[in-house]
């Protein structure tokens, strides 16, 4: 079975850790990079005990470089702090954004 590189951005919140939970359990995807704001150069088990697989993970400043490299960069930032990032990734990556920067056309849009 082929396995994708993956980085998690915004691994230290609520929506980060939920999807760390469910990355864990995906037999083909292997989280490298987990990042943070805040939290940078902190365990992830710090912020989430409860994710033992990715524990002794340290969480990296949310940068391009950082990202760089991987398969899959999945953004779990809040809406609005994806769009510039992800427009500084290559086109060789597939970038998964669970905000709503590239799902509503208008910043009004998220007000409604």
């Given at each position: 079975m082929e396995r994708?590189?993956?980085?998690?951005?915004?691994?230290?919140?609520?929506?980060?850790?939920?999807?760390?939970?469910?990355?864990?359990?995906?037999?083909?995807?292997?989280?490298?990079?987990?990042?943070?704001h805040s939290q940078a150069g902190e365990r992830l088990r710090r912020v989430h005990p409860h994710l033992a697989r990715y524990g002794n993970m340290v969480l990296q400043d949310t940068t391009p470089e950082a990202l760089a490299g991987h398969d899959v960069v999945i953004f779990a930032l809040p809406h609005g702090a994806s769009g510039a990032l992800a427009a500084a990734m290559g086109d060789d990556t597939l970038l998964v954004d669970c905000g709503a920067d590239h799902r509503l056309e208008s910043a009004n849009d998220w007000n409604d």
């Open positions: 994708y590189s993956v980085a998690a951005v915004g691994a230290s919140g609520y929506a980060g850790g939920e999807l760390l939970r469910l990355l864990a359990a995906h037999p083909a995807l292997e989280v490298r990079t987990v990042t943070a």
